[in-house]
């Protein structure tokens, strides 16, 4: 297990997680923070800011990929990858395009959509 502090694109933001199914967002100016992601039934691997900050990405121990809204903490969809644990997730710098890496060196791609 490993816990992950990912800054946003801009450095307004950072994402933490702390061996659990939640990511906290955080102001890094001033270290407060803005909202507790909940949605995920085991820990949070890792995520990825999109290349504009505004979704996040995480991919949990449940098999699941998950696309937040920043801005406000919304779900905006599951992405139902494998029954085994989602660890790795980046997205292509364009933001359309996600990839999840899976126990056992599986990858699966998605394009995505956020509008």
């Known amino acids: 297990m490993r816990t992950f502090s990912l800054p946003s694109p801009d450095g307004q933001f950072s994402a933490t997680n702390t061996y659990d199914p939640t990511i906290q967002i955080w102001h890094f100016s001033d270290k407060t923070l803005l909202r507790t992601l909940k949605g995920h039934k085991d820990w949070v691997h890792e995520a990825d800011f999109s290349p504009d900050g505004q979704f996040l990405i995480s991919g949990s121990k449940d098999g699941t990929v998950k696309v937040w809204q920043v801005r406000d903490g919304s779900l905006i969809r599951t992405l139902l ?8 997730v980046a997205l ?13 060196g599986e990858i699966r791609l998605w394009q995505i959509e956020t509008e």
């Open 92 to 104: 292509s710098p364009d933001g359309r395009l996600l990839a999840a890496g899976f126990v056992r």
């Open 81 to 88: 990858g494998h029954q085994k644990a989602v660890v790795t």
